[in-house]
């Protein structure tokens, strides 16, 4: 990967939202033994593979959006995240990662992760509680630590843990960090936000370090970016 890109969006100051997913992720595949399936569910590019290269991974997604009509090539189940073409009770693990948000009855999909998982698998599931609006129409959801204990009770599932990804001073900082190239973006496409990003680093690369700082004063963690869940299906 280029070292700028890398700096730009894959540390953990300016972009902590994406760096504590892929830390997350490399975190749960340890959890996975050799040998066992792991199912992907929304997983577009299949970014997340490379770490299930030890297990039988395989991916779903569906292609209602025009980002997801480009990934469809490499995934083994093009089909609804509620309606899985797959037996119950098929595979060890499920991987499921900022996608709840994009459909309209999440507790839908976690009852149908919880068909597809063997006693005593494991559900890795991350949800964002502040993000902008994304993959328009379809984005429907944010989620509190209570939706999700309560999408678990209800559909089978023992709450291992549900962690949040940061604290208020990390969403504060990653907002006003990114405020002017999105802004640069909606005005003049992909090429002003590329000029805002590179034009406008050092002042927001200071803005995102302050309130990365800070974070740690935030104890409670109530106003997180994502929530970061392992669920046991009993």
Not at 26 to 44: E, I, N, S, W
Not at 73 to 89: H, K, R, W
Not at 198 to 206: E, G, K, R
């Amino acid at each position: 990967m280029n070292p700028l890109v890398r700096l730009v969006f894959f540390n953990p100051v300016m972009n902590y939202a994406v760096w504590s997913i892929r830390r997350y992720i490399r975190r749960v595949a340890q959890l996975v033994p050799a040998g066992t399936t792991l199912l992907d569910v929304g997983a577009g590019e299949c970014q997340y593979k490379p770490f299930f290269s030890h297990a039988r991974y395989l991916s779903t997604d569906w292609c209602g959006t025009t980002d997801h009509h480009r990934y469809s090539a490499g995934i083994d189940y093009i089909c609804p995240a509620d309606d899985l073409p797959l037996d119950s009770e098929q595979v060890d693990f499920v991987l499921c990662t900022q996608v709840l948000e994009h459909v309209r009855y999440p507790e839908k999909v976690i009852q149908e992760l919880g068909r597809v998982l063997k006693p005593g698998g494991l559900l890795f599931l991350t949800v964002p509680q502040s993000w902008e609006e994304h993959e328009q129409p379809y984005d429907f959801h944010r989620f509190t630590q209570f939706a999700l204990r309560a999408y678990a009770d209800d559909h089978g599932f023992d709450v291992v843990e549900i962690r949040p990804q940061g604290g208020r001073f990390l969403v504060i900082g990653f907002f006003l960090a990114w405020s002017l190239p999105t802004l640069f973006k909606n005005t003049f496409g992909q090429p002003g936000f590329l000029f805002a990003v590179v034009a406008f680093f050092p002042l927001n690369f200071l803005i995102a370090l302050l309130f990365f700082l800070l974070d740690p004063l935030d104890r409670k963690r109530e106003f997180t970016m994502n929530y970061e869940c392992i669920f046991r299906k009993k």
